[in-house]
């Protein structure tokens, strides 16, 4: 009989296994799941998101990689885009209300894996 804690490891891998059935549901692969994730939480903490921000990720993928990344999530409407009204060169990313519940699906999902203990 596994112990408590070998339990709660268990269900990190039930709650994995849970987030990459709404991942495939919404269409995000893993690659656009990092960007929306680090995206969604700036926009959570107040902090806007441009996409020269996420263009800088050099260390995940090259940037063109990223602006790929970037044009599937908002052709997947996951992500919204604003053109800042005093630099039109600047634009500003936001996930999108479907991205939200996406999150907060995610999000039920895992209170009910770790409170099923």
Do not use: W
Not at 23 to 46: A, G
Not at 73 to 100: A, E
């Amino acid at each position: 009989m596994p112990s408590t804690s070998e339990m709660q490891g268990f269900q990190y891998f039930i709650y994995m296994d849970t987030k990459d059935l709404i991942h495939k549901k919404y269409q995000i692969n893993d690659r656009e799941c990092f960007v929306l994730r680090m995206i969604t939480q700036s926009y959570l903490q107040n902090q806007a998101m441009r996409v020269s921000d996420v263009l800088r990720l050099k260390e995940f993928a090259s940037p063109a990689t990223l602006h790929n990344i970037l044009k599937s999530l908002i052709k997947k409407k996951s992500l919204s885009v604003s053109t800042d009204p005093k630099d039109g060169r600047v634009k500003y990313l936001k996930p999108t209300t479907m991205t939200l519940n996406m999150y907060r699906e995610m999000t039920g999902e895992f209170i009910k894996i770790s409170t099923s203990a």
